[in-house]
């Protein structure tokens, strides 16, 4: 039995939120994953950073929270952000795009996206590290900093993240190679259980 494509869309869920590379690069994994390609000669089939800057700057796509480099996307971003290249994609103008998702919940969204992308829809785990631009394997914008502490959040794979306090010695440290570290330590742990 195929994969429920509303089921696979929702596993992105669990790795927001992105900071703006890592949603522009989430998406556009999405999009030459599933080989959606444009209709008009005008649409581009990948996100480039300026481009989310300029949905929210038109209203397309929801104020992120914070400002500047601390900014932060959601999953319903991503569902606005697919949706609006779809639609592009398609031939709709922004300001149908516009009216269209003022007037849709995030429901309705999803369920619109997974019958657009149907099967071809991936599993976050599918895109992998080269494909998705690195985005689930690198420092997100800080996490809900406590006075005068910072944390390094790190997705190890889908549904595993790790915050770090900023100075703690492994803090330092490539987002990459603590995300490999953490999976080989839990894959030793899962090994000991089977041998006891």
């Known amino acids: 039995m195929p994969p429920d494509p509303l089921l696979a869309l929702r596993e992105f869920r669990q790795l927001a939120?992105?900071?703006?590379?890592?949603?522009?690069?989430?998406?556009t994994a999405i999009l030459?994953?599933?080989?959606v390609r444009p209709v008009g000669a005008t649409a581009r089939d990948d996100v480039s950073?300026?481009?989310?800057?300029?949905?929210?700057?038109?209203?397309?796509?929801?104020?992120p929270d914070g400002r500047g480099p601390a900014a932060t996307y959601s999953y319903r971003h991503l569902l606005q952000l697919l949706t609006i290249k779809l639609r592009q994609m398609e031939g709709a103008t922004l300001e149908a795009i516009?009216?269209?998702?003022?007037?849709?919940?995030?429901?309705?969204?999803?369920?619109?996206?997974?019958?657009?992308?149907?099967d071809r829809l991936p599993h976050?785990?599918?895109l992998g590290v080269a494909d998705a631009g690195r985005a689930f394997h690198?420092?997100?914008?800080?996490?809900?900093?406590?006075?005068?502490d910072t944390w390094r959040r790190i997705a190890?794979?889908?549904g595993l993240e790790v915050h770090l306090r900023a100075g703690h010695p492994a803090a330092g440290l490539p987002s990459q190679a603590v995300a490999a570290e953490v999976r080989a330590a839990l894959e030793r742990l899962a090994n000991s259980r089977h041998t006891e």
């Open 17 to 27: 939120p992105w900071n703006l590379r890592d949603l522009a690069a989430t998406t």
């Open 32 to 35: 030459e994953r599933t080989r």
């Open 49 to 63: 950073e300026r481009a989310v800057r300029f949905y929210v700057t038109r209203g397309l796509l929801h104020a």
């Open 98 to 118: 516009a009216r269209e998702l003022h007037e849709a919940t995030g429901d309705v969204l999803e369920r619109r996206l997974a019958a657009a992308l149907g």
């Open 124 to 126: 976050p785990q599918e």
């Open 138 to 148: 690198i420092e997100s914008a800080p996490v809900r900093p406590t006075g005068a």
């Open 156 to 158: 190890v794979e889908a």
